[in-house]
């Protein structure tokens, strides 16, 4: 199966507001509530900010927020501010016991 | 605290085989779901395999499925991944990953990482 499909980059000035997407099918985004997002900076192991769509662990700020619409997966960051430039990676389970990671969105504050 | 410190990787020609370590420690390592993700150079995130809490059940990326077996030994909080018939494309720094919940490694979530260790496949 492929990745799942996220726009190589995103930008934003600080104190606005982010969205980056992640596009599956039915068979993975679309047909489970089974969706993560992390995020990753240089040299850094990944953050959990988001599971299972919209939860939050609690120590990840309110400024993260996910959500889905059908095939497609959205993480919102809200506020941004300048340690939020990083790369960003959503992944969904795919059925057949298969997880599956989006090819990463680097996200740039301006 | 948590921590993962995964051990054993190395440069390796193509064909041959490697294990890959994990020790764990600061969490009831046999209460959780443990995951095998891996980074080629400049790339993004992989899933390469999980095993579940009491090691019963086993599940593989279609990438590696057949070549790599993910195992765990919960009396020496550890765990393990072997790899065969290595690749080029096998090339990646490779972490190990703990479920965020003890149950429903479907989820996708994982709430620490180790730092990784770096599979160099190459003549």
């Known amino acids: 199966q492929s990745a799942l499909t996220q726009p190589p980059s995103a930008s934003g000035s600080p104190g606005q507001s982010v969205t980056i997407s992640c596009t599956g099918t039915?068979?993975?985004?679309?047909?489970?509530?089974?969706v993560s997002w992390y995020q990753q900076h240089p040299g850094k192991a990944p953050k959990l900010l988001v599971y299972?769509?919209?939860k939050r662990p609690s120590e990840v700020p309110d400024r993260f927020s996910g959500s889905k619409s059908g095939n497609t997966a959205s993480l919102t960051v809200s506020g941004l501010q300048a340690e939020d430039e990083a790369d960003y990676y959503c992944?969904?389970?795919?059925?057949?016991?298969?997880?599956?990671f989006g090819g990463g969105t680097k996200l740039t504050v301006l | 605290q948590v921590q993962l410190v995964e051990s054993g990787g190395g440069v390796v020609q193509p064909g041959r085989s490697l294990r890959l370590s994990c020790a764990a420690s600061?969490?009831?390592?046999?209460?959780?779901?443990m995951h095998w993700v891996r980074q080629a150079p400049g790339k993004g995130l992989e899933w390469v395999a999980v095993?579940?809490?009491?090691?019963?059940?086993?599940y593989y990326a279609d990438s590696v499925k057949g070549r790599f077996t993910i195992s765990r030994d919960n009396s020496k909080n550890t765990l393990y991944l072997q790899m065969h018939n290595l690749r080029a494309e096998d090339t990646a720094i490779y972490s190990c990953?703990?479920?965020?919940?003890?149950?429903?490694?479907?989820?996708?979530?994982?709430?620490?990482w180790g730092q990784g260790t770096l599979v160099t496949v190459s003549s």
């Open positions: 990953a703990k479920d965020y919940l003890g149950g429903g490694w479907e989820l996708g979530a994982f709430d620490y």
């Open positions: 600061g969490f009831t390592f046999s209460h959780y779901g």
């Open positions: 095993i579940a809490y009491d090691g019963r059940n086993e």
């Open positions: 039915s068979r993975d985004v679309g047909g489970y509530t089974y």
């Open positions: 299972e769509v919209s």
């Open positions: 992944i969904s389970y795919a059925g057949g016991n298969i997880l599956l």
